[in-house]
């Protein structure tokens, strides 16, 4: 019923469902869904990423996206790694998170926006939004779409994750609240967003591993951990991060403390709406730069 409703939308009335079928044949749904083969993911970490502050060093993202994009699509060249990501004819909504105490870092919306450009997209067929992309002109006619945000744990989700990320794709996000957000997946099968995100990006620089409340956050509750997380599959990049943030939440406390309530919605993503894999035997995790502290 949720589906049949935003149908009827001005959204969908712009002729992207076919564009969305054209794009799903150029870049099959193979790509984020469960095969043979394992799902390869890239966690790449940097000791010089941040200073003390927390602030992110611009030419260090912008290397860690490189590098992870060039072991992804298995080349040295990472103008080639993003030609293999972004055609020049492609219209490109850069989905990334923008909530106050750990939004995505300004640094890597410039990084992949740069990219983006160099492969020769205009610059007006491009937009970095979150909370309007139903209403912006960009992601209503999008062909392509890059996900990114930060990790966090969320009081609704477990996890504010890359597959929650797509919430904003919906005129009433709140009718995915229900039972611990487990069928946020559901609307990545939506005809605007189906078969169109190219890359998924999972901030790890400075995780929230434990909050209180719907908007609960604490300095205390957070670490540089320096990292990103990036994939084709957003189940699996979830469900890295997920290992990664229960770690935490065990090193820091002394003892495993599971998530309340549990981010039941990155495995039933895989099992439920074979979006991609959670099952971290079928991911082939490679891991770059600084290793300490890595908790996976």
């Known amino acids: 019923m949720k589906q049949k409703n935003l149908n009827r939308r001005d959204f969908l009335k712009t002729g992207t469902l076919a564009a969305s079928a054209a794009l799903f044949m150029k870049f099959p749904h193979s790509l984020f869904s469960q095969t043979d083969q394992k799902t390869k993911v890239v966690l790449i970490r940097d000791s010089n990423v941040l200073d003390a502050n927390n602030k992110v060093n611009a030419g260090v993202i912008q290397r860690m996206l490189d590098d992870a994009v ?172 997920l290992k990664i943030i229960e770690a935490k939440r065990k090193e820091f406390f002394g003892e495993k403390k599971p998530l309340n309530p549990p981010a039941k919605h990155i495995e039933l993503a895989d099992t439920r709406y074979h979006l991609g894999t959670a099952d971290m035997n079928k991911i082939n995790l490679i891991k770059l730069g600084m290793k300490e502290g890595i908790l996976i």
């Open 70 to 241: 060039k072991n992804l699509f298995n080349t040295n060249d990472a103008a080639l790694a993003w030609k293999k990501i972004i055609k020049p004819y492609d219209i490109v909504g850069v989905k990334t998170n923008v909530w106050s105490y750990l939004a995505t870092p300004r640094e890597l919306e410039d990084a992949i926006k740069k990219r983006i450009l160099e492969v020769g997209v205009a610059e007006d067929k491009i937009s970095v939004e979150d909370r309007k992309i139903l209403r912006d002109p960009v992601f209503r006619k999008a062909t392509a779409l890059i996900n990114l945000r930060p990790m966090r744990t969320h009081y609704w989700s477990g996890v504010g994750s890359l597959i929650k990320n797509y919430i904003m794709f919906v005129e009433t996000p709140s009718d995915y609240h229900h039972d611990s957000c487990a069928d946020l997946a559901a609307i990545w099968n939506l005809p605007h967003v189906k078969g169109k995100t190219r890359l998924n990006v999972l901030v790890m620089l400075t995780p929230l591993f434990h909050s209180v409340g719907p908007h609960g956050f604490s300095p205390d509750y957070i670490w540089q951990y320096k990292g990103i997380i990036v994939g084709t599959d957003p189940v699996a990049c979830d469900a890295v991060g």
